[in-house]
C-alpha cells in the first residue's frame, strides 16, 4: 500500500525503488521543529494470523494491531532547537535490517543504490507505535490515536528507535547510527506529529499515551530505560482519582436509593468519560499555554554547560 502526499509524484514514483536524493524532500514544514519531507512511508501491511485457529483465537487475533513493512526507504529531515541534542539531520528509516546501508562507521553514504534483501536479513516491523487495543484506544481517543492516522510518519521513527536504540541519520554525506534513549525517541515522535499535522494537541495527546508505555513496553529489548513518565503517571492517575470520587460522589448522594444495575453501569461509564474528559482538559491547557516540552529544561541546561 502507497501512502501519497502529491498525486505529482506517482509518475516519478511508481517506476522505481531507488533511494531519493536529498534534492527530493520537496516538501517543508515548519512549527516547533523544521521538517522536510516528500512523501508518507510506503508500507506493506502483513497478514493477521487468523486461519487456522480456534474460533476464540481468531476473535481475539481480529482485535489486534495490524503491522505492516516499508517498501522502501523513508526519509525525513529534522532540524531545530526543541530536537534532542544530536537528532538533527536526515533521518532514515530502512525497510530492512538494523542499519541504512552506511551506518556502519562513517563511510560515505550511496543515495543511488538499493538496499538489499537478504534471507539472512528480515523485514523491520512497524506496528503504529505500538497501540494496545487499538479498536479501544481509538474509541476513547475518538479516533485521534490510531496507528493509521494522523500518527504515521512519527510511529515509523518511533518504532524503528524502539526496535533497535538509535536512529541512522545522514549529515554532510555520511549515516551514523545515532544512540537515541526512549525519552527521547518519545519527543521526537511528538514533535513530527506537531510539525506534520499543524496540532499542539493532539501531539500533545500522543506523547502522554507513548510516555506511559514506559511501564509496560520495552525499548531496544530493554524496560524501564530512559527518564521515566512523570508528568503523564501523574496525569493518568490524577485524572482517574478524580473521576472516581465525583462518581461515587454522584451514587452515593443522589443514587443511593437506587440499587438498579443499569444505574450503576451508567455511572460507571460516566466516570470513565469523566476520566478520558480530565486528560483532554489538562492537554488542552498544556497545548494552549505551550509549556516546555518534558526534557526541554534538561536539554537546555545540557547544552549550556
Keep these: 500500500m502507497a501512502i501519497k502526499l502529491e498525486d505529482s509524484l506517482e509518475s516519478d514514483l511508481a517506476h522505481s525503488a531507488k533511494v531519493q536524493p536529498e534534492t527530493a524532500l520537496l516538501k517543508e514544514y515548519s512549527a516547533e521543529i523544521t521538517l522536510r519531507i516528500s512523501e508518507l512511508p510506503v508500507l506493506k501491511p502483513r497478514v493477521l494470523p487468523t486461519r487456522s485457529r480456534s474460533a476464540l483465537r481468531r476473535f481475539i487475533e481480529a482485535g489486534q494491531r495490524r503491522t505492516f513493512t516499508l517498501s522502501k526507504n523513508f526519509y525525513i529531515e529534522v532540524e531545530g532547537e ?89 549529515k554532510n554525506g555520511k549515516c551514523k547510527q545515532v544512540p537515541v534513549q526512549r525519552h527521547e525517541a518519545d519527543e521526537i515522535f511528538r514533535l513530527i506529529t506537531q510539525t506534520l499535522n499543524g496540532s499542539n494537541f493532539f501531539s500533545r495527546l500522543a506523547w502522554h499515551a507513548v510516555r506511559l508505555g514506559w511501564w509496560a513496553i520495552k525499548y531496544a529489548g530493554q524496560r524501564f530505560t530512559g527518564e521515566p513518565p512523570v508528568r503523564s503517571t501523574i496525569l493518568a492517575l490524577a485524572s482517574i482519582a478524580g473521576a472516581c470520587a465525583i462518581g461515587f460522589g454522584v451514587r452515593k448522594i443522589w443514587l443511593a436509593e437506587l440499587q438498579s444495575n443499569l444505574i450503576v453501569t451508567i455511572v460507571l461509564l460516566g466516570t470513565l468519560g469523566i476520566a478520558v474528559g480530565l486528560v483532554y482538559l489538562w492537554i488542552a491547557i498544556e497545548s494552549h499555554f505551550r509549556l516546555p516540552g518534558y526534557y526541554k529544561d534538561t536539554s537546555e541546561s545540557d547544552n549550556a554547560s
Design 82 to 170: 526543541a530536537l534532542p541534542a544530536g537528532l538533527e539531520g536526515r533521518i532514515v528509516i530502512p525497510p530492512v535490517g538494523n542499519t541504512a546501508s552506511a551506518a556502519k562507521g562513517e563511510e560515505p553514504f550511496d543515495e543511488n543504490k538499493d538496499l538489499e534483501h537478504s534471507d539472512e536479513v528480515q523485514a523491520n516491523v512497524f506496528d503504529g507505535a505500538s497501540i494496545p487495543f487499538p479498536w479501544l484506544v481509538s474509541y476513547l481517543s475518538f479516533g485521534v490515536l490510531r496507528p493509521l492516522g494522523i500518527l504515521l510518519s512519527a510511529s515509523v521513527v518511533h518504532d524503528f528507535a524502539f526496535q533497535f536504540g538509535y536512529l541512522p541519520i545522514i
